[in-house]
């Protein structure tokens, strides 16, 4: 018997065994996306027994029970950077919120430099699949900042799950081998929230893909964030016609893996990672068995940590680097709000914020961010002349670039303040312009 699958059998557990070593004073981290609910289920029997254990959780794809209930003192619950599925009980309070970029997470825990002192992590809770006849255990399709927390943690407690999307393998950092892990428990399958609509796309969506089609140039890499106008655009024919186009992001959305398919984009132009789609994974559980096939063990795509594929410095370093990230509102000015409108949260940086500076940086890169003009069905514009009271300028206005709605394609790049407000105002919805074009005259004369 191999040393490993001995040692893999003598760390097999009950999920109440694996969560005893979980102390009072801790932190406990679930990473994003992160079915773990036998763990989540036995530390909250357990709760009574613990004290002031932190627990921080990053858009969970899944309700494991810390989303309807404030368990403290015994626990407090904490969203990690991104708020995602946790923004209602945020909004209510009743959990805390950790702001971060991507980029910075794990900065503390690397440099162990005292100027950025980083809240210890004491336990990792994942889910890996059985390990392979090597013991290493996979991530499944999606691998984001799991490999960075397991790393980091000083105890990894990992449930182990055969559902199908658990069991593929894919070059890169998707892998985690038996010794690196404390404790084995049998996986619980757990109802995934609907993180994407399935809502068909609308004409104004078709709309602002026509107008992002009219930025993308042969050879440019992508980053396209999530979100119903920013999922669209590869599904709506935006970049067909396009050649030799590579990608570097965060998630692989649908369209973007049926264009790597059709070999549209194929990295052949990338002067880093050349002819590999760099993310964190594939987006959705509910993967066709013909496209587990055709990720399964690909050499296109390299799974890599949070951590490098979220670095600005490697974005910034891909020539023609182009983020396309989704957004909430913008002023006048070219504030962007990503995170909140006004004191309501929504989401947090994520990694749209590193990707959209950094594809600044980048040679002959540009940010591009999408909205649809209105909201609450169409009753109040998205762009706005100033943003409302409390909310949070994800992007100064010193980094804004090009910003498209259905209306059209607003360049702010290098333009003052009044040819900025111009060039909001002609994409705003026509029933908002004369207002904007009003207070844009009182702000800027």
């Not at 059709?262 to 013909?290: C, F, H, Y």
Request: aromatic residues 6%.
């Amino acid at each position: 018997m191999s040393d490993w699958l001995e040692e893999y059998k003598r760390k097999s557990v009950s999920a109440d065994e694996a969560v005893k070593c979980i102390q009072s004073g801790e932190v406990v981290v679930i990473p994003i996306d992160t079915s773990a609910k036998a763990l989540s289920h036995a530390l909250i029997r357990r709760r009574h027994e613990v004290e002031n254990v932190r627990l921080l959780v990053r858009s969970l794809g899944a309700d494991l029970g810390w989303d309807d209930k404030d368990y403290r003192p015994n626990i407090e619950v904490i969203a990690d950077t991104q708020a995602g599925g946790a923004s209602t009980v945020l909004n209510e309070k009743k959990i805390d919120f950790l702001p971060f970029l991507s980029s910075f997470r794990f900065k503390g825990y690397q440099e162990e430099n005292p100027r950025h002192a980083a809240l210890p992590i004491d336990v990792a809770m994942i889910v890996v699949s059985p390990p392979d006849k090597r013991g290493y255990c996979s991530f499944g399709t999606y691998l984001s900042n799991k490999m960075d927390y397991a790393m980091t943690a000083k105890k990894v407690l990992a449930e182990v799950s055969e559902e199908p999307f658990m069991m593929v393998r894919s070059p890169g950092d998707n892998s985690i081998h038996v010794s690196q892990i404390d404790y084995f428990v049998p996986h619980i399958p757990a109802p995934q929230k609907q993180l994407f609509s399935s809502s068909p796309p609308t004409q104004d969506e078709q709309s602002v893909a026509d107008h992002v089609s009219t930025l993308i140039r042969d050879g440019d890499t992508l980053h396209l964030g999530p979100g119903l106008v920013t999922s669209s655009i590869p599904l709506l024919g935006a970049l067909d016609e396009r050649q030799d186009l590579g990608f570097h992001g965060t998630i692989i959305l649908p369209g973007i893996f049926k264009l790597i398919k059709e070999g549209i984009i194929n990295g052949k132009r990338k002067n880093i990672d050349t002819g590999k789609a760099v993310s964190n994974g594939l987006a959705g559980k509910n993967l066709s068995e013909e496209d587990l096939n055709f990720f399964d063990g690909n050499p296109m795509f390299e799974v890599r940590t949070m951590n490098y594929v979220n670095d600005m410095r490697v974005i910034a370093s891909q020539n023609q680097m182009v983020a396309i990230n989704g957004i909430l509102a913008i002023d006048l000015e070219g504030q962007i709000a990503m995170d909140s409108v006004g004191y309501q949260m929504f989401t947090g940086p994520g990694g749209g914020v590193d990707f959209l500076m950094a594809a600044m940086m980048s040679k002959e890169g540009c940010s591009i961010s999408v909205l649809r003009s209105t909201a609450r069905r169409g009753t109040i514009s998205r762009i706005v002349p100033a943003l409302e009271e409390g909310t949070i300028v994800s992007i100064p206005r010193t980094f804004a670039d090009r910003v498209v709605t259905e209306y059209g394609v607003a360049n702010l790049f290098g333009k003052t303040r009044r040819q900025r407000a111009q060039e909001l105002i002609a994409i705003a919805h026509p029933d908002f312009r004369g207002e904007l074009k009003k207070q844009a005259e009182k702000l800027f004369g």
